[in-house]
């Protein structure tokens, strides 16, 4: 089973930076494949919010509301998704969870798909 480990939360006042990072790993096996690559996050008495996409190919793709303040990158040799965000607000304030999706196994006969989500790392942004 493909795990995530998100890093990087903290409170930061408006107008700073974080920069949140997710890693994926598997205990037994290998992952051979990573296509997409997701920020998500959830505001108290929210529904989840798909914040930013990249794709294995390195497109990417933003909610509205991040555009032009948040950035997210990978590091295919690391399995490791990055969120640059800055000029951050109070409205950013939640929980921020990466999903990842792509294909692992014991052996590449046999690998299968898996979607995976981390625990969650806050972010609270004091105005």
């Known amino acids: 089973q493909v795990q995530l480990v998100e890093s990087g939360g903290g409170l930061v006042q408006a107008g700073g930076s974080l920069k949140l990072s997710c890693v994926a790993s598997i205990a037994f096996g290998t992952i051979f494949s990573i296509n997409f690559m997701r920020w998500y996050r959830q505001a108290p008495g929210q529904q989840r919010e798909l914040v930013a996409t990249i794709a294995s190919g390195g497109w990417t793709n933003y909610a509205d509301s991040v555009k032009g303040r948040f950035t997210i990158s990978r590091d295919n040799s690391k399995n490791t998704v990055y969120l640059q965000m800055n000029s951050l607000e109070p409205e950013d304030t939640a929980l921020y969870y990466c999903?990842?999706?792509?294909?692992?196994?014991?052996?590449?006969?046999?690998?299968?798909?898996?979607?995976?989500w981390g625990q969650g790392t806050q972010v609270i942004v004091s105005s």
């Open positions: 999903n990842v999706d792509g294909e692992s196994g014991l052996h590449y006969s046999s690998r299968s798909s898996f979607n995976s």
